[in-house]
């Protein structure tokens, strides 16, 4: 066997420079190597989306996980956690670790709508989040179904002050809600709320003539409309879109304050450090700047719409209360 130690004259002891010893520390530096690319090797990203999987939300995070995953050089996940009309996801991600490996893919509803809508929610927009940056801004389009009698937003509008109409939503206090409430008080207009569970039955029965039309996301209606099931009237907000550039605005047409937009941005857990919050900001410009993103607004009309983290927390805070007057002052609540 060889000897571990030999000794010195005085009270001083070392390790021997041994074959054995040698062994160990060759050992104890791989032990630590294969530790350290577990690690590394284990480090990813999840992207939390409340919002199930094929519909346009999916489809925007997808799009982003992927670019993103090439800018962190690491995976990304795209988690879909559908359900409580973003409460599930939100409560996911606000009980995550703050070290911005967790984020959240919102659209306005959770964040700036639900607090109005809902007395007690799960989590707290303010307190359990920290704004990263505003993704893309998605307006409302009017449309109605391609056998509708209403060949322009005029005669919609004329038909819902003589007489009423109805028009569908994807659910109480969803953004196509809160644009019906819009029209309906621009125009003094009669006209019946139905929501349903989702936007596809909504859409659905507007194009089959059940309900007489619906405002909705211009990404989620553009299909119908290239297919021709569907008519675009109208645009809620203030400018054309360029995938429908014969369209009108409700400006252009006399009916003012008629803005919808359904943004999309993402969020980290609060608590994330202000560094982490500002290396997620720069890399989501990056993405924004892709090829891919680029085609992906072209083809869906969302506007790409990168922001700073405080121009993303203003924008949140200025929806909660646009959004939250308009709920209060409606009286308009999860069973109505």
Same mark, same amino acid.
């Given at each position: 066997?060889?000897?571990?130690?030999?000794?010195?004259?005085?009270?001083?002891? /070392?390790?021997?420079?041994?074959?054995?010893?040698?062994?160990?520390?060759?050992?104890?530096? =791989?032990?630590?190597?294969?530790?350290?690319?577990?690690?590394?090797?284990?480090?990813?990203?999840?992207?939390?989306? #409340?919002?199930?999987?094929?519909?346009?939300?999916? #489809?925007?995070?997808?799009?982003? !996980?992927?670019?993103?995953?090439?800018?962190?050089?690491?995976?990304?996940?795209?988690?879909?956690?559908?359900?409580?009309?973003?409460?599930?996801?939100?409560?996911?991600?606000? &009980?995550?670790?703050?070290?911005?490996?967790?984020?959240?893919? %919102? #659209?306005?509803?959770?964040? %700036?709508?639900?607090?109005?809508?809902?007395?007690?929610?799960?989590?707290?927009? !303010?307190?359990?989040?920290?704004?990263?940056?505003?993704?893309? %801004?998605?307006?409302?389009?009017?449309?109605?179904?391609?056998?509708?009698?209403?060949?322009?937003?005029?005669?919609?509008?004329?038909?819902?002050?003589?007489?009423?109409?109805?028009? !569908?939503?994807?659910? @109480?206090?969803?953004?196509?809600?809160?644009? @019906?409430?819009?029209?309906?008080?621009?125009?003094?207009?009669?006209?019946?709320?139905?929501?349903?569970?989702?936007?596809?039955?909504?859409?659905?029965?507007?194009?089959?003539?059940?309900?007489?039309?619906?405002?909705?996301?211009?990404?989620?209606?553009?299909?119908?409309?290239?297919?021709?099931?569907? &008519?675009?009237? =109208?645009?809620? =907000?203030?400018? &054309?879109?360029?995938?429908?550039?014969?369209?009108?605005?409700?400006?252009?047409?006399?009916?003012?304050?008629?803005?919808?937009?359904?943004?999309?941005?993402?969020?980290?857990?609060?608590?994330?450090?202000?560094?982490?919050?500002?290396?997620?900001?720069?890399?989501?410009?990056?993405?924004?700047?892709?090829?891919?993103?680029? =085609?992906?607004?072209?083809?869906?009309?969302?506007?790409?719409?990168?922001? /700073?983290?405080?121009?993303?927390?203003?924008?949140?805070?200025?929806?909660?209360?646009?959004?939250?007057?308009?709920?209060?002052?409606?009286?308009?609540?999860?069973?109505?």
């Amino acid at each position: 066997m060889f000897p571990l130690f030999h000794f010195q004259t005085g009270l001083r002891t /070392s390790v021997a420079r041994t074959p054995m010893s040698r062994l160990f520390n060759y050992v104890f530096a =791989a032990v630590l190597g294969l530790s350290a690319m577990s690690a590394q090797a284990e480090t990813s990203t999840s992207l939390v989306v #409340s919002f199930p999987a094929g519909g346009p939300a999916d #489809s925007l995070a997808r799009i982003v !996980a992927a670019q993103l995953e090439k800018e962190l050089k690491h995976p990304v996940l795209v988690e879909n956690k559908p359900g409580g009309n973003g409460a599930i996801a939100a409560s996911y991600v606000a &009980r995550a670790r703050p070290d911005g490996q967790t984020l959240f893919l %919102s #659209s306005v509803g959770a964040i %700036s709508i639900n607090p109005a809508l809902y007395p007690k929610m799960v989590y707290d927009p !303010a307190k359990d989040f920290v704004p990263v940056s505003l993704l893309v %801004s998605v307006p409302e389009v009017l449309v109605v179904g391609a056998k509708s009698p209403y060949a322009d937003a005029q005669a919609f509008v004329k038909k819902a002050k003589d007489d009423r109409l109805s028009m !569908a939503s994807s659910g @109480v206090g969803s953004m196509p809600h809160m644009a @019906v409430v819009q029209l309906k008080l621009a125009t003094n207009g009669h006209i019946l709320h139905v929501p349903y569970k989702g936007a596809a039955p909504a859409i659905t029965d507007t194009i089959g003539g059940q309900v007489d039309g619906f405002i909705g996301d211009v990404s989620g209606l553009m299909p119908h409309i290239q297919s021709g099931k569907a &008519r675009a009237l =109208a645009i809620a =907000a203030p400018k &054309r879109s360029p995938v429908l550039p014969d369209v009108p605005t409700f400006d252009e047409l006399n009916i003012p304050n008629v803005y919808a937009n359904n943004w999309y941005g993402v969020f980290a857990t609060k608590g994330t450090p202000a560094e982490t919050v500002t290396a997620l900001n720069t890399v989501l410009k990056k993405v924004l700047q892709t090829p891919e993103l680029k =085609a992906y607004a072209e083809s869906t009309g969302v506007e790409l719409s990168p922001t /700073s983290p405080q121009a993303f927390a203003d924008l949140v805070r200025d929806d909660a209360k646009k959004w939250g007057d308009l709920i209060r002052a409606e009286g308009i609540t999860v069973d109505n």
